[in-house]
């Protein structure tokens, strides 16, 4: 199975700051990488595929970035509405993996 | 407007069967896998596996290979999450998605909670 580390595992950031999230594969992963935002007591919402593909409708303030087995998420200008909790997947192989989550909290 | 509905919570005991199940609309249901993942209380995402609504073809994470058994009914367009025997370990909110590589959608989920 490839893992997936993800990094911080929490982190307090305030309004406007930019905020970076890593996900490291265990293996190379081809960019076959997607971001989800979890809100408490919500299903996770898809933010974007191949590594770096933004969803419709998710803000240009979220990219992405990465290849082989290193993967980031950025929030450039963090709003309030991006307090949650923030997962990386692959789906390069199966058993498809998720990282253990980054928690973003308001400082 | 696709949707996935779930199933409403259920308190099991442990050793008991369980079904849960996923209802999609707004797509067509056989052109999709469904993908079911776990959420312990306070946990992270485990992806347990996943079923191509088509054929019934599954393929299951290890980590639940044997525990668990997902099935479709095509012509009611829903895939169930089938539980023989219930652990207390079994206690989780349970959410199924729609994809093929990655999961665009999502039910709301399925608080599963077993308890003597």
């Known amino acids: 199975d490839i893992q997936m580390t993800q990094s911080p595992s929490s982190l307090s950031a305030s309004v406007g700051d930019r905020v970076t999230i890593t996900c490291r594969a265990s293996?190379?992963?081809?960019?076959?990488l997607a971001w989800y935002q979890q809100k408490p007591g919500k299903a996770p919402k898809l933010l974007m595929h191949?590594?770096?593909s933004l969803e419709t409708g998710v803000p240009s303030r979220f990219s992405g970035s990465g290849s082989g087995t290193d993967y980031t998420l950025t929030i450039n200008s963090l709003q309030p509405e991006d307090f949650a909790t923030y997962y990386c997947?692959?789906?390069?192989?199966?058993?498809?993996?998720f990282g253990q989550g980054t928690k973003v909290q308001i400082k | 407007e696709v949707q996935l509905v779930q199933s409403g919570a259920e308190v099991k005991k442990p050793g008991e069967s369980l079904r849960i199940s996923c209802k999609g609309s707004?797509?067509?249901?056989?052109?999709?896998?469904i993908s079911w993942v776990r959420q312990m209380p306070g946990k992270g995402l485990e992806w347990m596996g996943r079923i191509d609504p088509s054929d019934s073809q599954t393929n299951y994470s290890p980590s639940f290979q044997g525990h668990v058994t997902f099935s479709v009914d095509k012509s009611i367009t829903t895939a169930y999450l089938q539980w023989s025997s219930l652990k207390a370990s079994d206690t989780a909110v349970y959410y199924c998605a729609r994809g093929y590589l990655y999961d665009a959608d999502w039910g709301q989920g399925t608080l599963v909670t077993v308890s003597s």
């Open positions: 191949a590594a770096l």
């Open positions: 293996q190379g992963i081809s960019n076959a």
């Open positions: 707004g797509y067509s249901f056989t052109t999709y896998w």
């Open positions: 997947l692959q789906y390069y192989s199966a058993p498809r993996t």
